[in-house]
Structures are given as structure tokens and as C-alpha cells.
């Protein structure tokens, strides 16, 4: 029975940051943004928009009548939860009017925690084939002002749905896993910003790509040649390109320009959005399906999931026959273009502006945000939301 992707889709605020406008702000080179890390915008999420919100507005974009009834079980990824306690799951069951007999958790890793979702969806519906399960990665991913991960700041959400017969990707049973607890990224409850040791992270992501992607290598037989392409966790574009590097010489010259160009492809997105954690990996994937001129069915995916502290997974799928059909190209790229540049003050501003920590109740103005879901505030120590 194949398992695996059979809709995803993508949400993040209407407003961004031009990455050349922030390096002159900083007062460095507009290279050392654009090229240096890979990176052209950034979103900015303003108040009125969480990971609950920005989950929702992505998963709305797949639901219909049908699916409704068959989905069982929401998994909500992110590291940017808004209770220590519920979960943004079940926040998701009441906004989505999904119905009330599912089960709703949140799954926490760092950027990882969204493939351990998928993983879990997969065993689940080996067992109950006839059900689906919704999955969100949702995020918003801050390191503070002028600090040197501000960059690589963003947000947004991906959600997919997970069923028999995917119509996108299906999955292959074969992966391989490394864990290793080291301190290259991590946030203290006590935090609202994110530490990391930049350089060191980057050697480790490298080096845990290498690690699984050989032992993949060795369980299944595979080689490099039969990948059509390599998604990365791109919580920067650089930094999947030097994994990307690092395995190249293994092809013939014909997948080095083809996995190449594929993952030029993979990067769209990220590049004008920022950072997911959680989604970063499958936003690449979405950019990918999208973007890349190639693709058919038959094709082989390997996906290379990484989270900080650290947790990573390679694993590999098949595209679909049809799988074009399942996605949203021209609209995706309609709100990407038509989202609205805030300057370098407003975007501070923005960044700088918290909600209460101390549960005083607050009404946020929501007039200015498009998305259908919004946070209308804080009342009683309980978050207010609406629909558009």
C-alpha cells in the first residue's frame, strides 16, 4: 500500500523585509545577505498572526467536505507553541470546524519535529488506511535585532495531508536516523529569542546530511545517479547548498547538473520568505514541485530533514502520476508578489512589540491583516481568535 503526500500547501504574513534594505540598515554589504547566506526577503509577522493562525490558514487552503470526515488525527509541529500545556492541534480542530472524534497533538523538536509527524502519519494509516491525517509545521523564527541570526529570521506554516494513495509523493518505508545531543540552537522557556552558535550548527547539519544520507545509502542500494532531486531544511539556502556540495562528486556529471538546478528550484520560496523551522524543509519541497521544469512521475525525491540539538532523517519518496495537478502554482505565486514591503523601522517596530506575559488583556487591531485567521487578542489569559 503506498503512503505518503497527497496535498500540501503554504501560508505566511502579507508583509516582508528586502534583505539588501536590511544590510544597509546593518550597515554590511548587501552580498553578504543575498549571496553570502542566499537570502533575497524576509517575511515579518505582525501581531495578529501565531503559529495557530498561520497553521490554520495553510490548512484551510486543502480541506473540502470529503476530506473533512476522513481526516482523524491533526499533528501540529512547531517549536513556536503558544501553551506549555494544549496543544495548537486542538486549537486547529475548533478553527478548521474539523470534527470533534480526532485526536490532536503537538509534536516538538526543533526543525525536525514536522517529519517525525509525517513518520508517525505513515504507521497510522498502515493500520487505518481508510482515515487521514492533517499535518501543520508552523513557525514564526526569531534570533533578535542585530544579532547575527536576524537574516535568517522569517515565518509561516506548511500543512499537508497524509493518506493511501497520495496523489503528490508517496513515501518509501526505508530512512535513516542520527541523534546526537549537542547545543547548536536551542530557546529556554525563559526566552522569547532563539541562541545558536551560527558556525558550529553549520558544520553540524553538514555533517549529520552526511551521516544519514551514507547509511541511507548502504540500507537501500541507492545511488546518488537515481535521485531526480534533493530537498533540504533550508532555514538559509546556503546551507542546503553546502550539503549539497559536499555529495555532488558522488554523480555523474549529468545528476551533478541536474540535482543542481533542482535545487535552485527548491529554494524559491525560502529564498523570499525566511525561515519556517519546522516547514523549511517542506516549503523546499513545495518550492521544488513547483518550480522545477523537469519533474515527472517516477521521479525519486530524497528529502534531508535536520533539527537542532540535534535530530535528523533522510528519506526518500515517488512522485505520482499527475502530481502537477494537485498543486497551486500560479496562486502561489500570486501571493508571494502581492504581499506588502514594510520598511526597516516598521519592521523593528513590528519585531520589537510583544503581547503580554502576564496575561493583562489586550484587543489587537486585525482591520490590517488579510489572512482568514487572526489573533484578536488576550482576555482572561485565553488567546482570542477570529475568522475573516
Known amino acids: 500500500m503506498k503512503i505518503g503526500i497527497d496535498q500540501i500547501s503554504f501560508a505566511t504574513s502579507n508583509l516582508y523585509i528586502d534583505m539588501a534594505e536590511l544590510a544597509n540598515a546593518r550597515k554590511e554589504a548587501p552580498g553578504k545577505y543575498l549571496i553570502g547566506i542566499g537570502q533575497k526577503k524576509m517575511a515579518v509577522l505582525p501581531p495578529t498572526q501565531d503559529s495557530v493562525t498561520l497553521a490554520a490558514n495553510a490548512a484551510d487552503q486543502l480541506l473540502t467536505p470529503t476530506n473533512r470526515e476522513q481526516i482523524d488525527t491533526i499533528l501540529f509541529a512547531s517549536e513556536s507553541g503558544v501553551d506549555q500545556s494544549k496543544s495548537g492541534a486542538v486549537y486547529l480542530q475548533s478553527l478548521l470546524n474539523l470534527p470533534t472524534h480526532v485526536r490532536a497533538v503537538e509534536i516538538k523538536q526543533a526543525c525536525y519535529s514536522a517529519t517525525a509527524a509525517l513518520q ?220 506588502q514591503k514594510v520598511s526597516i523601522l516598521a519592521y523593528e517596530k513590528l519585531f520589537q512589540y510583544q503581547l503580554p506575559r502576564d496575561g493583562s488583556t489586550i484587543d489587537l487591531d486585525t482591520t490590517q491583516d488579510p489572512a482568514k485567521f487572526v489573533l484578536a487578542g488576550i482576555k482572561a489569559h485565553q488567546r482570542q481568535y477570529q475568522q475573516h
Do not use: C
Request: charged share 15%.
Open 120 to 339: 508517525l502519519a505513515r504507521g497510522y494509516i498502515a493500520l487505518h488506511p481508510d482515515k487521514k491525517v492533517l499535518i501543520t509545521a508552523s513557525d514564526i523564527a526569531r534570533y533578535g535585532l542585530h544579532t547575527a541570526g536576524e537574516p535568517t529570521q522569517g515565518g509561516g506554516a506548511i500543512a499537508m495531508i497524509i493518506s493511501r494513495s497520495p496523489r503528490i509523493l508517496a513515501i518509501d518505508d526505508d530512512s535513516a536516523v542520527y541523534t546526537e545531543n549537542i547545543m547548536d540552537f536551542w530557546r529556554p522557556n525563559y526566552a522569547t529569542e532563539a541562541l545558536v552558535n551560527g558556525h558550529y550548527s553549520g558544520h553540524m547539519y553538514v555533517d549529520f546530511f552526511n551521516d544519514v544520507f551514507s547509511t541511507y545509502r548502504k540500507q537501500t542500494g541507492l545511488t546518488l545517479d537515481q535521485f531526480a532531486a534533493l530537498a533540504f531544511h533550508l532555514p538559509y539556502t546556503k546551507m542546503g547548498f553546502k550539503a549539497l556540495k559536499s555529495v555532488l562528486p558522488q554523480g555523474k556529471p549529468e545528476t551533478q547538473q541536474r540535482l543542481a538546478a533542482n535545487f535552485a528550484a527548491s529554494h524559491q520560496y525560502n529564498q523570499v520568505v525566511g525561515n519556517l523551522y519546522t516547514g523549511s524543509l517542506y516549503l523546499s519541497l513545495l518550492s521544488l514541485l513547483e518550480n522545477a521544469t523537469d519533474l515527472k512521475a517516477g521521479d525519486r525525491i530524497g528529502l534531508f530533514s535536520y533539527g537542532s540539538g540535534a535530530v535528523s532523517e533522510f528519506y526518500s519518496g515517488v512522485l505520482q502520476a499527475g502530481f502537477q495537478t494537485m498543486l497551486h502554482t500560479k496562486q502561489q505565486h500570486t501571493k508571494l508578489t502581492q504581499r
